[in-house]
C-alpha cells in the first residue's frame, strides 16, 4: 500500500531522537542520520559524514525513509538551510510523504561487510557486500546476476571475530538493477547455533551502537 500526502504534520510522525535513512543523488547509499527538531514542515535533522561528502547544498532534493512499526515514511523536501555550528544540522522542508505497508517483521541494521556467495554445486564464490542485516535476512549487493528463489549460502565477514566467518543458507526473495550492480534481498533459511549466536551478538552490538550514535547527536 502507498499513500502520497501533502497537507501531513510532520509532529505526528516523528519526534526528536526518531533515527532516519538520509538519501541525496550525490550519495551511494542512505546514511543513518537522527531528527533534531520538529517545525510544522520543517524537519531539522543531523549531519551524517556521507551527506557532506555528497556536497550537499542549499536547494538540493533530500529524502528520509523511517520504519515504524507497519509503517514505512519516506520523506521528501528541500534543503533550504544548512547549520554548520556544531553540532549541526539540516533543515529540510518537506514537500511530500510517501506511506508504505512494511512488509518486514524485523528492523534492519545498515552495514558495509564483505561477503562470499556461494552456489550449489560450484567452488567459485562470488564478490558481494551486505548492506543491511536483520535476525532473519540481509540486503546484499554484487555485480553478478542470480535469479529470484535461488538458493545461497553467504559467508559474510563481521566485526564479531577475525577467524570466524558469519555463515548461512539464504533464498533470494527479492531483486533490483541498478545501473552498475544488482541489489538482493535474501532471506535465511539454514543457520546452525553457532552461526545463530554470532548473528546474535552482530545484532546486538549494532542495536547498541544506534542507541549511542542517537545519545552523541541530541
Not at 545498515?110 to 556467495?117: C, G, H, K, L
Not at 533464498?171 to 544488482?182: G, S
Amino acid at each position: 500500500m502507498i499513500c502520497k500526502e501533502t497537507n501531513v504534520q510532520l509532529e505526528k510522525l516523528l519526534s526528536k531522537g526518531s533515527v532516519v535513512y538520509v538519501k541525496h543523488s550525490g550519495m551511494y547509499e542512505p546514511s543513518l542520520s537522527v531528527v533534531q527538531k520538529i517545525n510544522e514542515r520543517e524537519m531539522h535533522i543531523s549531519i551524517p559524514e556521507a551527506l557532506i561528502e555528497s556536497n550537499v547544498l542549499v536547494g538540493d532534493c533530500l529524502s528520509c525513509q523511517q520504519i515504524d512499526g507497519e509503517f514505512e515514511y519516506v520523506f521528501q523536501g528541500i534543503v533550504n538551510d544548512i547549520e554548520i555550528k556544531q553540532p549541526g544540522s539540516i533543515c529540510v522542508f518537506i514537500e511530500k510523504v510517501s506511506k508504505f505497508k512494511n512488509n518486514r517483521l524485523f528492523k534492519r541494521y545498515s552495514v558495509n561487510f564483505q561477503a562470499d556467495i556461494l552456489m550449489a554445486g560450484s567452488d567459485e564464490s562470488i564478490y558481494s557486500i551486505v548492506k543491511n542485516i536483520s535476525i532473519i535476512g540481509a540486503g546484499v549487493i554484487s555485480k553478478q546476476h542470480l535469479y529470484k528463489d535461488t538458493i545461497i549460502t553467504l559467508k559474510i565477514a563481521t566485526f564479531i571475530s577475525c577467524d570466524e566467518m558469519l555463515e548461512f543458507k539464504a533464498k533470494i526473495v527479492r531483486i533490483i538493477k541498478n545501473e552498475n550492480f544488482y541489489e538482493y534481498g535474501i532471506e535465511i533459511i539454514d543457520i546452525d547455533s553457532k552461526n545463530k549466536d554470532i548473528l546474535d551478538k552482530v545484532i546486538f552490538c549494532l542495536n547498541t551502537n544506534e542507541n549511542i550514535f542517537i545519545e552523541d547527536l541530541l
